[in-house]
Nanobody, 120 residues
């Protein structure tokens, strides 16, 4: 069974930094795309950043230049370095991954979410 476990959320002042981590565990044959989403109160979940197996990245416009997504394939872990945080970045951040538990099965998985709160 595949699990995604996030860590690194917390409360920070505007202008500060946080680093989120998401470790994939369980039966893993291969991991393709990995991504971070966020959901603020009363809003829909939105894609923040994504990274392919080969390291190609994509960012939501509001975080470009401030957030950096990276991955360590040997550790089955994806990171989100968040700098110059703004109050509008406050949300629950979710990790997402396309995982092949076996060579013939592919599923999409979500983490449980980690709260990021930015005070002004």
């Amino acid at each position: 069974q595949v699990q995604l476990v996030e860590s690194g959320g917390g409360l920070v002042q505007a202008g500060g930094s946080l680093r989120l981590s998401c470790a994939v565990s369980g039966s893993i044959f291969r991991i393709f795309n990995m991504a971070w989403y966020r959901q603020a109160p009363g809003k829909q979940r939105e894609l923040v950043a994504s990274i392919t197996e080969t390291g190609i990245t994509n960012y939501e416009d509001s975080v470009k230049g401030r957030f950096t997504i990276s991955r360590d394939n040997a550790k089955s872990t994806v990171y989100l370095q968040m700098n110059s945080l703004k109050p509008e970045d406050t949300a629950v951040y979710f990790c997402n991954a396309d995982v092949w538990p076996t060579a013939w099965e592919k599923n999409n998985y979500w983490g449980q979410g980690t709260q990021v709160s930015v005070s002004s």
